[in-house]
């Protein structure tokens, strides 16, 4: 017992996109810190735009460990995770066991403050925000692709734009006013200005 945050720093050596040829490896570590900061991003539009009244401190623990079960799993690819039905519950099964695992490196007087973020389906209201930014970054990640000349990720990019997660308001607000930012150069990511209702005035 004792060794869970050294394993949790393990997640910078697990890469994503297995069978994908990428320009950049792209590690646990690096989507799990962007799903993040979309979570918070997505909460607090919520809040500021929509009235939602979301705890913005929540939406980013549920993200910061919502994929720690790929620790010990490693990081199935889509194709294959979700292959079939039977293929996917597997899967799922294997997750939980990953996070009872994880969640039994920390001490007893610990373990119910961690348990909410490691268990699968526990995230609630939460759990939209923290699907819709893990979307978003790997969206990010294929615009990045893209942007490097890499044709590999135009399939994924065009079946992420079509998920169900990002159908989420918040999700269809960030899309619009801040997303076309990721696909611009260095240089006018600056200078890019939003063209919403509430900087009209």
């Known amino acids: 017992m004792g060794g869970f945050f050294a394993m949790i720093s393990r997640m910078k050596y697990i890469d994503r996109w297995g069978l994908m040829r990428c320009t950049r490896n792209e590690t646990l570590a690096e ?17 500021t735009r929509l009235d939602r009244g979301l705890d913005p ?13 790929e620790i010990l799993t490693g ?4 194709p294959v995770k979700y292959h079939d039905r039977s293929i996917r519950e597997a899967y799922r099964a294997i997750e939980r066991q990953a996070g009872e695992r994880l969640l039994a490196m920390l001490p ?5 403050s961690y348990a ?18 893990d979307k978003l970054s790997a969206l990010i990640k294929c615009v990045e692709e893209q942007k490097a000349g890499n044709r590999e990720f135009d399939e994924a990019a065009a079946s992420i734009r079509k998920h169900p997660a990002l159908s989420l308001p918040e999700a269809q ?3 619009q006013e801040y997303f076309p930012a990721y696909q611009l150069p260095l240089d006018e990511v600056e200078r890019y200005r939003i063209h919403a209702k509430e900087d009209a005035g």
């Open 173 to 175: 607000i960030f899309l």
């Open 108 to 112: 007893a007087s610990m373990q119910n």
């Open 57 to 69: 401190g929540k939406a980013v623990l549920y993200a910061l460990y919502h994929d720690t079960p």
């Open 75 to 78: 990081d199935l690819p889509t």
């Open 31 to 47: 989507h799990t810190l962007e799903t993040a900061l979309l979570a918070h991003a997505l909460v607090e539009i919520g809040n």
């Open 116 to 133: 909410p973020y490691l268990q699968e389906d526990a995230a609630g209201s939460y759990a939209p925000y923290v699907k819709a930014a």
